[in-house]
């Protein structure tokens, strides 16, 4: 059974989302989803989420195809959640480059092996979280 793991913040679930969770459930038989915890938005984005992490994993996992949802790691590039979740790959959204890099870093230190795939962009003009925070404010 190949198991996926996806990252993100989540922040008002978009057809953006569902669609980088669809390709990524595409990839493999269960497709977990790590929910980043506030103190790790702030950390990466400068800022704090509008709904509460609790909130963000009950969107997800009510409306995309999630198998699990579960919160990831409170500190940036420790990757305690991939040690748990074992995964055979981890799918990544088109934007996530800063991810790419760390993880491709981690990658070639680690015991645990794994794949990364970046995943295509679905209408990235109007589908980005952070064109859609501007349209909530």
């Not at 497709?31 to 704090?48: G, R, T």
């Not at 991939?82 to 890099?101: H, R």
Request: proline share 4%; charged share 30%; hydrophobic share 40%.
């Amino acid at each position: 059974m190949k198991k996926v793991l996806a990252f993100g913040v989540f922040d008002a679930i978009h057809d953006g989302h569902k669609n980088f969770l669809e390709q990524a459930k595409k990839l493999g038989d269960e497709l977990v989803v790590a929910v980043a915890p506030d103190e790790a938005v702030i950390q990466i984005k400068k800022h704090s989420p509008k709904f509460t992490l609790e909130r963000r994993i009950k969107d997800v996992t009510d409306k995309t195809c999630a198998s699990a949802v579960i919160a990831g790691d409170t500190t940036p590039g420790k990757w305690q959640i991939i040690k748990n979740v074992s995964p055979d790959i981890i799918a990544l959204g088109y934007d996530q480059n800063d991810l790419l890099n760390t993880l491709a870093d981690f990658k070639r230190t680690s015991a645990k092996k794994f794949e990364i795939i970046k995943l295509k962009p679905y209408k990235p003009d109007i589908m980005h979280s952070s064109i859609n925070d501007k349209l909530r404010d």
